[in-house]
Protein backbone atom coordinates (compact mmCIF):
# COMPACT_ATOMS: atom_id res chain seq x y z
CA UNK A 1 0.00 0.00 0.00
CA UNK A 2 0.86 3.48 -1.02
CA UNK A 3 -1.01 5.07 1.90
CA UNK A 4 0.86 5.99 5.45
CA UNK A 5 -0.40 7.60 8.27
CA UNK A 6 -0.61 11.52 8.16
CA UNK A 7 -0.63 11.40 4.29
CA UNK A 8 -3.13 13.56 2.68
CA UNK A 9 -5.98 11.86 0.87
CA UNK A 10 -8.39 12.56 -1.43
CA UNK A 11 -11.57 10.14 -2.18
CA UNK A 12 -11.77 9.10 -5.42
CA UNK A 13 -14.90 6.55 -5.58
CA UNK A 14 -17.52 5.45 -3.44
CA UNK A 15 -19.53 7.25 -0.85
CA UNK A 16 -17.37 9.61 -0.10
CA UNK A 17 -16.43 11.02 -3.13
CA UNK A 18 -14.14 14.02 -3.40
CA UNK A 19 -13.99 14.59 0.24
CA UNK A 20 -9.86 15.53 1.40
CA UNK A 21 -8.51 14.56 4.86
CA UNK A 22 -5.72 13.06 6.81
CA UNK A 23 -4.97 9.63 7.30
CA UNK A 24 -5.24 9.02 10.80
CA UNK A 25 -4.73 4.80 10.64
CA UNK A 26 -3.74 2.48 8.02
CA UNK A 27 -4.93 -1.41 8.31
CA UNK A 28 -2.64 -2.87 6.27
CA UNK A 29 -4.06 -6.77 6.66
CA UNK A 30 -7.48 -5.43 5.28
CA UNK A 31 -6.23 -2.27 2.72
CA UNK A 32 -8.36 0.05 4.67
CA UNK A 33 -7.36 3.18 5.66
CA UNK A 34 -9.03 5.75 8.32
CA UNK A 35 -9.65 9.24 7.14
CA UNK A 36 -10.14 12.40 9.55
CA UNK A 37 -13.58 13.69 9.20
CA UNK A 38 -14.80 10.78 6.59
CA UNK A 39 -17.36 7.72 6.60
CA UNK A 40 -18.28 9.30 10.24
CA UNK A 41 -20.11 6.69 11.82
CA UNK A 42 -21.90 6.87 15.19
CA UNK A 43 -21.49 4.83 18.35
CA UNK A 44 -23.25 4.49 21.24
CA UNK A 45 -20.84 5.01 24.22
CA UNK A 46 -21.31 3.82 27.86
CA UNK A 47 -20.56 6.55 30.50
CA UNK A 48 -16.99 6.53 31.41
CA UNK A 49 -14.25 8.95 33.12
CA UNK A 50 -14.26 11.38 29.66
CA UNK A 51 -17.44 11.51 28.92
CA UNK A 52 -19.80 11.08 31.97
CA UNK A 53 -22.88 11.13 30.17
CA UNK A 54 -21.84 8.55 27.63
CA UNK A 55 -24.31 8.49 24.70
CA UNK A 56 -23.83 8.57 21.28
CA UNK A 57 -20.15 9.62 19.39
CA UNK A 58 -18.87 9.72 15.76
CA UNK A 59 -16.03 8.41 14.75
CA UNK A 60 -14.29 7.87 11.43
CA UNK A 61 -15.08 4.14 10.14
CA UNK A 62 -12.45 2.27 7.65
CA UNK A 63 -12.82 3.02 3.73
CA UNK A 64 -10.97 0.86 1.27
CA UNK A 65 -7.28 1.84 0.33
CA UNK A 66 -8.01 1.15 -2.76
CA UNK A 67 -10.64 4.36 -3.09
CA UNK A 68 -8.12 7.14 -2.02
CA UNK A 69 -5.17 8.70 -3.59
CA UNK A 70 -2.59 10.74 -2.65
CA UNK A 71 -2.54 14.47 -2.49
CA UNK A 72 0.59 16.02 -3.49
CA UNK A 73 1.47 19.26 -1.69
CA UNK A 74 3.27 20.58 -4.07
CA UNK A 75 0.33 20.80 -7.06
CA UNK A 76 -2.70 20.45 -4.57
CA UNK A 77 -4.13 17.68 -6.63
CA UNK A 78 -4.71 13.78 -6.05
CA UNK A 79 -1.91 12.29 -8.15
CA UNK A 80 -0.61 8.98 -8.76
CA UNK A 81 2.97 8.47 -6.99
CA UNK A 82 5.86 5.95 -8.18
CA UNK A 83 8.22 5.23 -5.65
CA UNK A 84 12.23 5.41 -5.66
CA UNK A 85 15.05 3.74 -3.91
CA UNK A 86 17.56 6.21 -2.74
CA UNK A 87 21.36 5.94 -2.63
CA UNK A 88 20.85 4.95 0.82
CA UNK A 89 18.22 2.03 0.58
CA UNK A 90 15.06 4.61 1.49
CA UNK A 91 12.38 4.86 -0.76
CA UNK A 92 10.96 7.98 -1.44
CA UNK A 93 7.31 8.83 -2.97
CA UNK A 94 7.23 10.91 -5.87
CA UNK A 95 5.13 13.20 -7.52
CA UNK A 96 3.84 11.64 -11.10
CA UNK A 97 3.39 15.50 -12.08
CA UNK A 98 5.39 17.78 -10.40
CA UNK A 99 8.39 15.52 -9.46
CA UNK A 100 8.62 16.60 -6.26
CA UNK A 101 8.89 14.00 -2.76
CA UNK A 102 5.21 13.39 -1.59
ZN1 LIG B 1 2.93 17.18 -7.39
Known amino acids: ????????????????????GKVLKVLLSKNRVIVEG????????KPNQANQQ???????ASINASNVMLVCENCGKA??????RNED??????????????
Open 79 to 84: VRSSSN
Open 89 to 102: GTVTRVCTICNKTV
Open 54 to 60: GGIIEME
Open 38 to 45: VNLVKKHQ
Open 1 to 20: MKIKRDDKVKIIAGNHKGKE
